[in-house]
């Protein structure tokens, strides 16, 4: 069966994220607790997922590098996006990426207090990846330069757990139709199984109806979303056991595909796509 393979230091998988920094991307989205722009809401969601799993990846003896993981930004221009000592790489160790931040920042945010209520909480945040808006959408060249980046990294590990591309975007592609693009990246592959590949689509509407996880393209909107419907990857059962602890309903066709999300839904479809079970 696919999507088996152990997760160590010598046999390592890998993250790919490729994130729509297009102008639109500076609009509001609902947060939760109030509203924030796309573009920062997306920043604050990977670099908190860096942080966790750098500690996850924690031993006694440092930061084991179980996972690579590369950050390509699409706008004005297409190519890798980490800031600070690691930028301009394509794939970075997380032992490099937790020893690297650009920066410390201080956040607060607002947390459940257990009674209903919201209280403010202060914490210390890495910064690897700033928030950008600017340009278009030139989503079929972030998929070819997705599909080299994975490529080569396959090659280098071909029996490892097949990487997951997390596709975050608020629009339409604006370089042409990127679905035989899309679909020659989902369809690399390690021994191990096809690369999985999640199409989350970020809405400023508030009044859009979020669909999370669709087993079926019927009832979809548009072309556009049945395009990233189609190329998004069916969920492994492991992921749909995620679903369920986040109360989101699944079936055994359902994909990886999100359209509508706000940053509440978004951070749920990373922790979805980004956990595997068999980490050593």
């Given at each position: 069966?696919?999507?088996?393979?152990?997760i160590?230091?010598?046999?390592?998988?890998?993250?790919?994220?490729?994130?729509?920094?297009?102008?639109?991307?500076?609009?509001?989205?609902?947060a939760?607790?109030?509203n924030?722009?796309?573009?920062?809401?997306?920043?604050?969601?990977?670099?908190?997922?860096l942080?966790?799993l750098s500690?996850?990846?924690?031993k006694?003896?440092?930061?084991?590098?179980?996972?690579?993981?590369?950050?390509?930004?699409?706008?004005?221009?297409?190519?890798?996006?980490f800031?600070?000592?690691?930028?301009?790489?394509?794939?970075?160790?997380?032992?490099?990426?937790?020893?690297?931040?650009?920066r410390?920042?201080?956040?607060?945010?607002?947390?459940?207090?257990?009674?209903?209520?919201?209280?403010?909480?202060?914490?210390?945040?890495?910064?690897?990846?700033?928030?950008?808006?600017?340009?278009?959408?030139?989503?079929?060249?972030?998929?070819?330069?997705?599909?080299?980046?994975?490529?080569d990294?396959v090659?280098?590990?071909?029996?490892?757990?097949?990487?997951?591309?997390?596709?975050?975007?608020?629009?339409?592609?604006?370089?042409?139709?990127?679905?035989?693009?899309?679909?020659?990246?989902?369809?690399?592959?390690?021994?191990?199984?096809?690369?999985?590949?999640?199409?989350?689509?970020?809405?400023?509407?508030?009044?859009?109806?979020?669909?999370?996880?669709?087993?079926?393209a019927?009832?979809?909107?548009?072309?556009?979303?049945?395009m990233?419907?189609?190329?998004?990857?069916?969920?492994?059962?492991?992921?749909?056991?995620?679903?369920?602890?986040?109360?989101?309903?699944?079936?055994?066709?359902?994909?990886g595909?999100?359209?509508?999300?706000?940053?509440?839904?978004?951070?749920?479809?990373?922790?979805?796509?980004?956990?595997?079970?068999?980490?050593?």
């Open positions: 069966m696919p999507y088996q393979a152990e160590s230091r010598d046999n390592p998988s890998c993250f790919l994220f490729l994130i729509d920094q297009s102008s639109s991307m500076s609009e509001e989205v609902s939760g607790d109030g924030q722009q796309k573009a920062s809401g997306v920043a604050d969601s990977i670099n908190r997922w942080q966790e500690i996850k990846c924690a006694s003896d440092g930061v084991r590098d179980y996972y690579h993981v590369g950050v390509i930004g699409y706008g004005r221009s297409v190519g890798p996006a800031v600070g000592s690691i930028a301009g790489r394509d794939m970075v160790p997380i032992s490099e990426i937790a020893d690297c931040p650009a410390i920042e201080e956040k607060t945010s607002k947390i459940p207090d257990g009674a209903g209520g919201l209280v403010e909480q202060t914490a210390k945040v890495p910064v690897w990846f700033e928030p950008v808006a600017d340009g278009g959408t030139p989503m079929c060249r972030a998929a070819m330069e997705g599909q080299r980046i994975i490529q990294w090659g280098q590990n071909p029996a490892g757990f097949p990487p997951i591309v997390i596709h975050i975007t608020d629009g339409e592609a604006t370089d042409g139709d990127p679905m035989s693009r899309m679909r020659s990246l989902s369809q690399l592959a390690s021994s191990d199984g096809n690369v999985m590949l999640f199409n989350i689509h970020m809405s400023a509407n508030p009044d859009a109806t979020p669909v999370s996880f669709p087993d079926s019927d009832g979809l909107p548009d072309e556009y979303s049945k990233l419907f189609e190329t998004a990857s069916p969920l492994t059962p492991t992921m749909r056991a995620l679903a369920k602890e986040h109360r989101i309903k699944t079936t055994d066709k359902s994909r595909f999100v359209l509508n999300a706000d940053m509440v839904l978004l951070a749920q479809a990373i922790d979805i796509g980004t956990r595997p079970s068999n980490l050593t």
